[in-house]
Structure formats: C-alpha cells, structure tokens
C-alpha cells in the first residue's frame, strides 16, 4: 500500500489518479502512525520550500526513509529531500540526499533573458542505471518550476538530467530513496512508466 504524505501543499488529486491508472493500492493521509505502516511513501508538494518544511512531518520522513523502504519526491516534493534551499532565504531541507536547491537566475551566462518559471516539455538525458529507469527510453515529460537542483553539484545522486539553460537534476536516486523535478503524472507515456517502475520496486520489497 503506497501511502500519499498530507501536508497541504501537494498535488493529491493528480497524484492519486495517476496510481488509480496504474491498479495501485494507495491512502492519502496526515496520520503520521498509519503513514509509517505504508509500503511506500510518496511526497508531492507544489508551492514554497519554506512553507513546505515548515508543515511538513519531517522527523516522521527521515524514520521513515531509515526502514529502507522506498520514498518519492515529486517536483517540490524532490526538493525538500536535499539538504537546503535558497528560495525565500536559506532553509534546511530533509537532507536525505546531497545537494542543494537554487533559482533559475532568468539569465544566461551570455546575457540572453530567459523565462523563469521553466514551464513546459524538455527531453531527459538518462545519466546513471538504476531500477527505475528499467526498459525506458528518453523522452519529454512536463516542468513547472522556478527552483532547482544544479545537476553538476549532484552527481552523486543524479540519475536524470534536463537542460533548461542550466543542467538540471531531473531524476535523483540513492537507495531507496527517488526524486523527480517533473510532474510523472502529467508527463504521458514516460511518466506513466517511470511511476509503474517505482511501484514494482515496492512490489519487489513487498516480496
């Protein structure tokens, strides 16, 4: 049972709609008692870090991740599992994964104005094998986002980058925990595959 983290800041609807296409069994809650009894967590959130981390059932998380048992980020989501964020002043972030989340600063190294929020289609480059990358091919999937984590300082972790005038990570993944910068739910038949490959990890725990 995948159990969707509460927190008022997340896209429950979509999230969940996503999994109900998928045939996968999943609660939405705040209760952080019956969430730590869940298979697997998923994280969205959408919004400020800073709000995030301040609503968020943070020390519930980190026992969470410490049982092994796997944990995705979505899009804000990915971001608080790092360890910091600059959006609206330094922040503390879960620090689950090395790195750290900064803006997209609107303008090239050339002087060239760009569009801050990155919104839109970009293609993934696949950077490193893992489980959840399993039979897929790169494809585009869909960003909203004005904050980042720098692909270069999280190599690390990086499983998946875009190019939006910087390298973005847009996949991350260290054990059993897995982040991704996109909305999979809104990001077609990549997407749809990505999340399905994050439920058969958790069917393989199960087992």
């Known amino acids: 049972m995948i159990g969707i983290v509460d927190y008022g ?3 429950l609807f979509s999230v969940s709609k996503a999994l109900e296409r998928l045939n996968a069994d999943y609660f939405i809650s705040a209760d952080q008692t019956k ?6 967590l998923i994280l969205p959130g959408v919004g400020s870090f800073r709000d995030a981390m301040e609503r968020l059932p943070a020390e519930m998380i980190k026992e969470f991740a410490a049982t092994g ?3 995705l980020g979505i899009c804000l989501g990915m971001q608080l599992l790092f360890e910091s964020s600059e959006e609206n002043g330094p922040t503390k972030g879960l620090g689950l994964l090395p790195g ?3 803006r997209f600063p609107g303008r090239t ?3 060239e104005s760009y569009k801050v929020p990155h919104m839109g289609w970009n293609k993934l480059t ?3 094998q893992s489980s959840l990358l399993n039979n897929l091919t790169e494809d585009y999937v869909y960003f909203v986002h004005s904050y980042f984590v720098d692909a270069e300082h999280s190599e690390e972790v990086l499983l998946a980058k875009t190019d939006y005038h910087e390298q973005v990570s847009a996949v ?3 054990d059993n925990i897995y982040g991704m910068q996109f909305h ?3 990001s077609s038949r990549l997407g749809m595959a990505l999340l399905n490959n994050f439920l058969q990890l958790v069917e393989e725990g199960i087992r």
Not at 35 to 40: E, M, V
């Open 9 to 11: 800041m997340g896209n």
């Open 35 to 40: 969430l730590l009894q869940a298979d697997a």
């Open 69 to 71: 048992k796997p944990l």
């Open 100 to 102: 750290s989340v900064r």
């Open 109 to 111: 190294q050339q002087g």
């Open 126 to 128: 696949f950077v490193k």
């Open 172 to 174: 991350v993944g260290k």
């Open 184 to 186: 999979p739910e809104k």
